[in-house]
């Protein structure tokens, strides 16, 4: 009965940065692994990034070194993404435990 809710997306120029956030409602028993994915027009919905309970995290080859997932709380996790490309342009969504948010737009252009 768990929901995600992103928020933080928007419009940004190229070398810019945004901060996404993603809060869990409902039953939280555990901590899980949390992640970001991202689908743009045409293109397959593909993995950001992740982050363990214990804070272990993992990237796409195409954000390495520019994005970085962190976590607050059993309930909420951020994707801080710098040095944006207009390639990151993208629905942004948060992913629990079998449980997908509804996506927030990122946008990268001049």
């Known amino acids: 009965q768990v929901q995600l809710a992103e928020s933080g997306g928007g419009w940004v120029q190229p070398g810019g940065s945004l901060k996404l956030s993603c809060a869990a409602s409902?039953?939280?028993?555990?901590?899980?692994?949390m992640g970001w994915y991202r689908q743009a027009p045409g293109k397959e919905r593909e993995l950001v990034a992740s982050?363990?309970?214990?804070?272990?995290s993992t990237y796409g080859d195409s954000v390495k070194g520019r994005f970085t997932i962190s976590r607050g709380s059993a309930r909420t996790v951020a994707l801080q993404m710098n040095s944006l490309k207009p390639e990151d342009t993208a629905v942004y969504y948060c992913?629990?435990?079998?449980?997908w948010g509804q996506g927030t737009q990122v946008t990268v252009s001049s």
């Open positions: 409902g039953s939280i028993l555990s901590m899980r692994t």
């Open positions: 992913y629990r435990n079998g449980v």
């Open positions: 982050i363990t309970p214990i804070g272990m």
